[in-house]
């Protein structure tokens, strides 16, 4: 991790992973709403879906195009 | 027939514990760390199936099912938490083990922080907290078993033992990876067929169906609180946090140190992702949160629903296919509780025996007292849980994890921060564990919040106060933990 906050790229990939988890605590307020998505899935699984993925995403990214020790 | 089946499945499992005895190479390294040679598809078995127990089958399922759907957020938590540990301490921990020949994560605390009474502190910590859980797991096939058989749980829980003693003595570490992923094949295989084949045959809808049946019958299990108030914001947030502390559970991060390469950090968390958070944690979360409570609503005690996947199954299902249910869930027991008592033995001999009492032993030595302390661990686990049952419930959830989180202040400064100092780590890990220790006592020390939060919170502050306030590490230390890691990983 020492050498992730060493660059730009390190850091702009450490915010979005913090953005993320500040994101899934955030939408927890809209959890009493009962909504399904697609007809089946509830708010919880599709947030942490999309949490996953942001997180798959900016780790492809950082991890095969930056990381030093790649 | 079902006596015969199970026992072919031990067969099997026995068959390779004595292959990996015998292509071993008999030293240390390669019965703890299986020679430093797992390669990324065999550690994604590995480390999903280590940490996918019998509780994905029972506790987690019966959870959802009694509370709604947020209780996943404890699962985002720890995809998150896995991907962590691989992505930002593991290339560390693996280099700097592997330049040091260390074998075990509390040897290389021990040697970071030049100090071996925190060494003795984290082996003796580590063990209290995990001897317990390796014990649920094969009670919890005896539960199975006496519901599939008639016979008594103490059967299936003999049975459990002696394949995983077996296993543990005979493969090490090598083997045991290797047979995780047979085992969690054979546990996918049993979740995921069990689920199609419930939907298909009761819900010709679909999942739209059962959420569409919940709709009208119970909605609260679509939405948060959840149909019994419990998940608040607060402790949907506090449950992610749980979660993400999954870095610091000991028999995972050990996992770290068995790596080939530094290749493998870079492809380890797209498996995570992809396979663990996509896929297969989705299994037990719509089997839990959707189809049982569409298919047998009405289940209100926890027991109940804890088992309520194996009721299912057994009650509507073929027989044969609730023998296959069931191997899935003695792989699932197996594949966990065989990393944890390997890691346990690890404590011991190399930690605790040869590191502390007899720094001179031979490997052959080492590898001797590992055989005969996890015996010693799997009786003691075996005993405790069948003394107290109920309170190893509570054991899992409120003090291993909380237990597990305490020496992660001093994993994740030792690997990354320099300043990080010993008097801070003994420091901030005994304030974190007597903490747990009187709040568990004395409840209201908690402030209602999960017992990791506050604990966790004192032993952090702690570490970095004490760290500040004492004398920084050796150059040598300095030098060896950081400069020479950072080279080693830096080159090719």
């Known amino acids: 991790m020492r050498e992730i906050i060493r660059h730009t790229p390190g850091k702009i990939f450490l915010g979005i992973l913090f953005l993320s988890i500040a994101g899934m605590l955030f939408v927890t307020r809209y959890f009493p709403h009962k909504v399904v998505v697609f007809g089946w899935m509830t708010l919880p699984l599709v947030s942490g879906l999309v949490f996953v993925f ?5 780790y492809l990214i950082y991890f095969f195009k930056f990381w030093p020790y790649k | 027939m079902v006596v015969l089946i199970l026992a072919l499945f031990g067969l099997a499992i026995l068959v390779m514990a004595s292959y990996g005895y015998k292509i071993s190479a008999k030293t240390a390294e390669d019965y703890m760390l299986a020679g430093r040679t ?4 065999v550690m994604f078995f590995f480390i999903l199936f280590a940490v996918s127990s019998s509780w994905t089958f029972y506790g987690y399922p019966g959870y959802l099912y009694l509370h709604g759907p947020t ?19 593991g290339p560390r921990l693996w280099a700097v083990a592997r330049l040091n020949r260390y074998l075990s994560p509390v040897e290389v605390l021990a040697e970071r922080y030049e100090s071996p009474l925190l060494r003795l502190i984290l082996s003796l910590m580590l063990l209290a907290f995990i001897v317990p859980y390796v014990g649920i797991q094969p009670l919890g096939v005896g539960l199975g078993f006496q519901a599939l058989t008639g016979l008594p749980v103490i059967v299936g829980a003999i049975y459990t033992v002696a394949l995983l003693v077996i296993l543990v003595i005979l493969g090490g570490m090598r083997i045991v990876a290797w047979v995780n992923i047979f085992l969690g094949i054979v546990y996918a295989t049993a979740l995921l067929g069990s689920l199609i084949w419930v939907v298909q045959k009761f819900l010709p809808g679909g999942l739209p169906e059962a959420a569409q049946t919940l709709m009208q019958t119970n909605p609260e299990l679509l939405s948060a609180p959840g149909p019994l108030g419990r998940f608040t914001p607060a402790i949907i947030g506090g449950t992610m946090v749980v979660g993400l502390l999954a870095f610091s559970w000991p028999h995972i991060v050990i996992g770290v140190m068995t790596a080939r390469d530094k290749v493998l950090f870079k492809w380890f968390p797209l498996l995570i992702f992809i396979f663990g958070g996509i896929f297969f944690y989705t299994l037990p979360f719509i089997w839990g949160s959707l189809v049982a409570p569409a298919v047998m609503p009405g289940v209100t005690g926890k027991e ?16 044969w296919f609730s023998v296959y249910v069931l191997m899935g869930v003695i792989a699932a027991a197996v594949s966990t509780a065989a990393v944890q008592l390997l890691t346990s033995s690890i404590l011991v001999s190399r930690d605790l025996v040869q590191g502390i009492f007899k720094p001179d032993a031979s490997d052959r030595q080492i590898i001797r007292w590992a055989r005969f302390s996890l015996i010693g661990v799997v009786l003691l686990s075996l005993g405790v849980s069948i003394w107290n049952p109920m309170a190893m419930a509570l054991y899992l959830t409120d003090v291993t994890i909380p237990g597990f989180a305490q020496w992660g202040p001093a994993l994740v400064g030792g690997l990354l921060w320099k300043r990080g100092t010993r008097q801070g780590a003994i420091v901030g890990t005994l304030a974190g564990l007597v903490y747990l220790i009187a709040g568990l006592i004395y409840k209201p020390l908690f402030f209602d919040l999960h017992p990791i939060m506050p604990t966790i919170i004192v032993n952090l502050v702690l570490y970095v106060i004490v760290s500040f306030l ?17 080279e080693f990983l830096a080159a090719g």
């Not at chain 2, 920084?472 to 060896?480: D, I, T």
């Open chain 2, 71 to 89: 209780y996943i957020y404890f699962i985002w938590g720890s995809v998150a938490g896995f991907a962590a540990l691989y992505m930002f301490l």
């Open chain 2, 304 to 319: 109940a629903a804890d088992s309520i996947i194996q009721t299912i199954i057994t009650k509507f299902l073929p027989n």
């Open chain 1, 54 to 58: 942001v997180w798959l995403v900016a």
């Open chain 2, 38 to 41: 797992i390669g990324v598809v």
């Open chain 2, 470 to 486: 004492t004398p920084p590490p050796s150059e040598e230390v300095q030098a060896k933990f950081f400069d020479e890691v950072e």
